[in-house]
């Protein structure tokens, strides 16, 4: 959290690899990245059996080589995100991508104001073409 990140060769924040029974609640808050090489906050290769939870508000990026923030669930059990107040200018790619290959639930907490709730260029597409990615509702598991 509240960490200034430039002019990195690979992505600013990058979680990967959750897997097997691993248990993980993922906070990315309140960050600044410029010129990331990659994405600038990503969280990938959440897999098998894997619990996980993630907050990702109040970050600043700025000009990433790819995505802005990108997200992508592959396990079999449900996973929440709760995505707000993020600003995302110039990517290489999308501002936001999303991506629900898992057997689990992707549930997104206010999903259907996500757009409103971050600035940047993103792909609506890329959940509603999705039927894995679902409304998520704070308190209720896995949401926190």
């Given at each position: 959290s509240n960490n200034q990140i430039s002019d990195v060769g690979e992505e600013g924040v990058f979680f990967n690899d959750i897997q097997e029974n691993a248990t993980a609640a993922i906070t990315v808050t309140g960050n600044s990245i410029t010129n990331a090489g990659d994405d600038g906050i990503e969280l990938?290769?959440?897999e098998d059996n894997a619990n996980v939870t993630a907050t990702v508000t109040d970050n600043t990026i700025t000009n990433p080589g790819a995505d802005g923030v990108r997200i992508e669930h592959t396990a079999d059990t449900d996973f929440c995100l709760a995505l707000d107040n993020n600003s995302v200018t110039t990517p290489g790619d999308d501002g936001f991508e999303l991506i629900s290959n898992g057997a689990g639930q992707f549930q997104v907490i206010d999903r259907a104001?996500?757009?409103?709730?971050?600035?940047?260029t993103f792909n609506p597409a890329d959940i509603e073409t999705n039927a894995d990615f679902v409304e998520g509702t704070a308190g209720v598991a896995p949401c926190p």
């Open positions: 990938t290769l959440i104001n996500v757009t409103a709730r971050n600035v940047g």
